[in-house]
């Protein structure tokens, strides 16, 4: 698996072949009872403009609800929902969240390659800053987690 | 504790990122253990960890006569924001993904 958290343009993608048909993949991402399984507890919905929710754990003022509306529905190659939640009540972890998840999942030999692109993350930099920092690095997530446990 | 600007520039150095990440791996370590292998001369060693330290991300400890440097958790603070929080999330998700995959669809 690839992992990575690029901060200049505040994405996370994680990108992997895995052994197993888009179809298969596909019912995976978007059967409520599976993502519940290996998401979280969610009321999904099918088809463009879907509303659903995800009951992440709270924090602070934030209920824990994920707001999602799916915004690709191109099955078994292309998936995107908004996920927005948070209050403006907190800081750091918590904080407003107004982001866009987006699954890409293309046949390859033996299998799928899946990717994930979670963007939108609200940076603390202006642009014009973010403009002006070095492109193109990313920190690989393990590392920083292994670090960030101990934080 | 430094701002995120400051530890993104400090961080954007390759060199100085690779050196961030043998002191991250080596747990503890002198300039002389850094230096060994890195490609990199001792004085700019010196030089990298004195700005990683300045940006709060290393730590220094005498030792006798060794200077020894370690990371610090806390400097990557700034980071571990909400992106940092998805990102952990991901990749542990992903793993459950796959699991699931598996036991559906069992070769």
Known sequence: MTLAIDPAVRAITVEEVVPHAPEIVWKVLTTSELMQRWLMPNSFAPGLGARFTIADRPIGKWDGTVNCEITAWDPPHELAYTWVGGSPENVGEGAPLDTLVTWTLTPVSGGTRLRMVHNGFRSPMNDKRREAMTRGWTIIVPRIGKIAEQA | ?107
Not at chain 2, 81 to 107: C, H, M, Q, T
């Open chain 2, 1 to 107: 504790m430094p701002d995120l600007a400051v530890l993104m520039r400090t961080l954007a150095d390759p060199t100085r990122r690779a050196l961030y990440e043998r002191v991250v791996d080596a747990g503890e370590a002198a300039v002389m253990e850094l230096t060994t292998g890195s490609g990199v001369s001792q004085p700019a060693v010196s030089q990298h960890l004195k700005a990683l330290r300045t940006a709060g991300l290393v730590a220094e400890r005498r030792e006798g006569r060794t200077t020894r440097y370690r990371a610090t958790p806390q400097g990557l603070a700034p980071l571990v924001d909400w992106i940092g929080v998805y990102g952990v999330f991901w990749a542990d998700r992903f793993a459950n993904l796959k699991s699931v995959l598996k036991e559906i669809d069992p070769k």
